[in-house]
């Protein structure tokens, strides 16, 4: 039996439990020790712990009337309790409560550790470490999903198509021992999946390259032991998007390098692949950077630049993350036809927003119209490629069928979503009469590095309100 199996039983039984537990309520009132005993009210509180939430918090509720009184056990108060917190989002009291989730068991958060025994001595439950062995832990500390990344260490070495990781971390919390606990863990990621036809790996944190969480921004100090790869995003804190690692093998690919007032560029192409390229599509990539780093105030870096092309035909994606911009060869093909206005600058400018600052999970009505924008400012400043641009948007809108307010848009699953986005948004920015650019990089500044919901956009950049809503 798989495991969706398994759970869909479990709770067909709860279901039938509790519709049972209702039952009896009705018929003979509340259970209690001295109304039912003690094996009807042990059956009747497992049965409250695992209902729904409101259930659960009604059925506590009446539980602890009963329990001041002496008339319930107070370890079943103790399990009600943390589940009930659990639901809340909130810290457990007596650590009774573990999560089971990529094969390692661990706590939950527990609000007070330094008197947790205590705490539990009072509700008449063993101390927490002859506990832990009923909970398959080792040793106390908490589940790795609810631990700040921060605190973690990776350890990556490649074997053939696998990916073999080890983790561990420190808990940034003091334990009942009153010292930190270094969990260990470890698990394999298979390849196949991530290696394109030109030996190049390209990990997916969606994929389980993280494990525990996704839809988050977060950290991990990352070692790689990969001798024969170029290792591109893994030698550093990581900020967590779609794409988090890129290895290439140094036997297929080379390493052009170009040196940069601000920081250096390394541009890395499929040896094999003899297209050459002008020096003007290298400048693309230097130019639009310098400009934003004036634009925004902030070089981010002086390690070097990664500019990745992947040889692989079917790599059509271009993705901008920390540090890098990955592409496939086709977005090359682009700029050769239209180099005046080309996808370079607003990957690069990408590199501040969405990957300095960064709009909920999927926003991209938000970062992608923005960025657009500021791409736009990059055209104006040198000259070249601005007024082409604004043609090409107002062509583009007269053929959408409906140019959507940025309100309305949280994806990109139409042509007209996508016009509203990449051609109506930057171009009603730009007729807009107040400043811009100015709220946009006091936005930047005040926001950077945090994940900023449309609620905070509209209440720092209270002028845009009109914008979103625009018809």
């Not at 039996?1 to 018929?27: C, F, G, K, P, T």
């Not at 009807?40 to 259930?55: G, N």
């Not at 973690?152 to 983790?167: A, F, K, M």
């Not at 390259?209 to 170029?230: C, F, M, S």
Request: charged letters at 25%; a negative charge; aromatic letters at 14%.
């Amino acid at each position: 039996m798989d495991q969706a199996s398994a759970w869909r039983i479990i709770h067909e039984v709860d279901s039938a439990n509790l519709i049972a537990l209702e039952q009896l309520i009705a018929e003979r009132g509340f259970p209690t020790l001295s109304k039912l005993g003690y094996k009807c009210c042990d059956h009747a509180a497992l049965i409250a712990q695992h209902s729904p939430p409101e259930y659960l918090h009604w059925f506590l509720e009446q539980a602890q009337a009963a329990a001041d009184s002496g008339d319930f056990i107070p370890s079943w108060i103790a399990y009600m309790t943390d589940r009930d917190l659990d639901h809340q989002n909130k810290p457990q009291l007596y650590g009774t409560q573990g999560l089971t989730r990529d094969g390692l068991t661990g706590m939950y958060l527990i609000k007070d550790i330094e008197h947790l025994n205590e705490r539990r001595r009072n509700m008449d439950l063993e101390p927490i470490e002859d506990y832990l062995p009923h909970m398959d832990m080792p040793d106390f500390y908490f589940h790795p999903s609810l631990v700040d990344y921060r605190q973690y260490s990776l350890n990556l070495h490649i074997e053939g198509d696998t990916l073999r990781v080890s983790v561990f971390y420190l808990i940034p919390y003091e334990t009942y021992t009153g010292q930190p606990i270094k969990v260990d863990t470890a698990y394999s990621l298979l390849l196949a999946d991530y290696r394109t036809s030109d030996g190049a790996i390209v990990l997916r944190r969606e994929g389980n390259w993280y494990p525990h969480r996704n839809g988050e921004l977060l950290t991990a100090q990352v070692h790689i032991k990969a001798d024969d790869y170029y290792i591109l995003g893994g030698t550093e804190w990581l900020p967590s998007f779609d794409l988090h690692l890129v290895l290439l093998p140094k036997d297929k690919y080379t390493c052009k390098v170009i040196d940069s007032p601000i920081r250096p560029f390394h541009f890395y192409r499929l040896a094999s692949d003899t297209t050459h390229y002008p020096e003007a599509y290298y400048r693309e990539f230097v130019d639009s950077y310098n400009f934003y780093c004036t634009f925004f105030g902030d070089s981010l870096s002086s390690k070097p630049m990664n500019i990745v092309e992947i040889g692989d035909p079917q790599f059509v994606m271009c993705q901008s993350l920390h540090d890098m911009i990955i592409f496939g060869h086709y977005f090359y093909d682009v700029y050769t036809m239209i180099p005046d206005f080309s996808w370079i600058p607003h990957e690069v400018a990408h590199q501040w927003w969405g990957n300095g600052i960064f709009f909920e999970y999927r926003d991209y009505a938000l970062s992608e119209s923005l960025n657009e924008y500021i791409k736009l400012q990059f055209l104006k400043s040198r000259g070249r490629g601005y007024e082409e641009q604004i043609a090409y948007y107002k062509t583009m809108m007269e053929r959408a069928k409906k140019t959507l307010p940025i309100a309305d848009i949280h994806s990109v699953e139409s042509q007209d979503e996508s016009i509203a986005i990449y051609h109506a948004a930057p171009y009603r920015l730009e007729q807009m009469k107040t400043d811009v650019d100015a709220a946009l990089k006091q936005l930047y500044r005040k926001h950077k590095h945090t994940i900023v919901s449309r609620d905070t956009f509209l209440q720092e950049c209270k002028m845009f309100k009109k914008w979103m809503k625009a018809e």
